[in-house]
């Protein structure tokens, strides 16, 4: 009789990693999803929130850059700040980089289509 109990449980505990994996199968993965970055039908391309790198890497936003905030893209610690967004650079900027300053660029990189 304790050898019958014995074999259900080892029986039972095997099986449980088994119906695990199976029901973890048929969950929504990471791949199904849409990712964070995706484009939005109607959503701005570049924003303050996009990294430097990616904003400059478009010859029109990094004209806006250029225009709304001269030096930047030239600028001898470009390499340091460049992962950066415009909204976490404001603070580090000692003033350069206004609240009106980034309306600006808002609005501007906002006309990019």
Known sequence: MKLIACAAALITLTAAPALA???DATAPTADATPSATAAVPGAAKFSLDTPIETIVADP????VLDADIPGMTAH???DQFKS???KQLQPLSQGQISDEVLTKVATDLAAIK
Not at 60 to 63: F, I, M, V
């Open 84 to 86: 950066m967004t415009l």
């Open 21 to 23: 994996q199976t029901a």
């Open 60 to 63: 029109a936003a990094k004209a």
């Open 76 to 78: 001898p610690a470009y």
